[in-house]
């Protein structure tokens, strides 16, 4: 979900002002200097690493996380929110475009029905002729 939070960026800058380093984290967490320096370099952290450096500095690290998951939601939510106005806009258009062709479908039903309606008087005439000529 972190998307601007680089992890061992901001373990660094909370070191720094406490006037830490990475020898004295690397002592703390009973790691070698370079595995330390390394883990520093990572965006990401593993948690149990994360809640234990907050301790050592005394700082809640957790609150970061959060907040890139506050920020992430809100993008997310508004993502959300925009892809609906889109649908809602074409789904207006295709409603649109369905009514015209319904109302194409209703005329040309109408027409048919005028076409069957004169086929069928066209019919009636036909064998009243029928009946006449077989009359004489």
């Known amino acids: 979900m972190m998307n601007d939070v680089h992890m061992g960026q901001a373990i ?18 009973g790691l070698h200097y ?10 990401y952290l593993k ?7 907050s301790k050592l ?7 970061l ?3 890139e998951d506050i920020k992430a ?3 997310y939510e508004q993502l ?8 809602q806009e074409r789904i207006k258009v295709l409603d649109a475009a369905n009514a015209t062709k319904a109302h194409a479908l209703e005329d040309e039903n109408k027409k048919l029905a005028r076409e069957l309606e004169l086929t069928r008087l066209r019919v009636t005439h ?11």
Not at 12 to 29: C, P, S, Y
Not at 47 to 53: F, H, L, P, R
Not at 57 to 63: E, G, P, S
Not at 126 to 136: D, F
């Open 47 to 53: 948690m149990e690493w994360v809640i234990a450096i």
């Open 126 to 136: 036909l064998e009243e002729m029928v009946e006449v000529l077989k009359s004489r």
């Open 12 to 29: 660094r800058a909370i070191m720094n002002e406490q006037g830490l380093d990475n020898v004295w984290l690397a002592k703390q967490l």
């Open 65 to 67: 996380y959060l907040q």
């Open 57 to 63: 500095l005394n700082v809640n690290l957790l609150k």
């Open 80 to 87: 959300k929110l925009e892809l609906n106005e889109r649908f």
């Open 34 to 43: 370079s595995t330390a320096r390394r883990m520093l370099n990572n965006a």
């Open 73 to 75: 939601k809100d993008n």
